[in-house]
């Protein structure tokens, strides 16, 4: 499968642990999602998409994606997300991918832009502690 990333999974080590494996540089590849603008979601520090007509929203499509991926990414995104199939533009070309929508009454969003650069700086180091943790919890299994 192929997704389209826009927000905090544009951060290699974010994928990685999320994936459980690190993506080579070249899995990423530039790509746009117009008609909508990516903003940050109230209360949090990660964006999530809203449809604008006028907006674009830079990202990258990551292919080559298992199911066991798909899953792990399910997990990471939460009930808060639908699998869309929407159209992004690489290379000169209109690509058909999923991306992982915002259901609209799961989060309001807040003025102004999401930056992947200045959440690095301010949002990173707390985050990835955070999904650490959650990614190293593993259900217990009982034997009888």
């Known amino acids: 499968m192929r997704f389209f990333f826009y927000g905090t999974l544009l951060d290699r080590d ?3 642990l999320v ?3 690190r993506l080579p540089p070249s899995a990423f590849e530039p790509a746009m999602l ?11 520090s ?12 830079s990202g990258a499509i990551v292919g080559g994606l298992s199911a066991r991926d798909v899953a792990r990414l399910s997990a990471y995104e ?10 992004v533009w ?8 999923s991306v992982f929508e ?3 009454d799961r989060f309001q969003s807040v003025a102004g832009p999401w930056d992947l650069a200045v ?26």
């Open 34 to 44: 117009r008609g909508h603008s990516r903003r940050r979601a109230r209360g949090v």
């Open 119 to 144: 959440w690095q700086r301010r949002d990173k180091r707390k985050f990835v502690a955070r999904l650490r943790r959650a990614f190293s919890a593993r259900p217990v299994c009982s034997r009888r």
């Open 46 to 57: 990660y964006p999530v998409v809203v449809r604008d007509p006028r907006g674009e929203v």
């Open 14 to 16: 974010v994928t990685a």
């Open 90 to 97: 690489t290379a000169g070309i209109l690509a058909t991918v």
């Open 19 to 21: 994936l459980g494996r």
């Open 102 to 104: 915002p259901l609209e």
């Open 78 to 87: 939460g009930p808060g997300y639908r699998i869309a199939r929407l159209k």
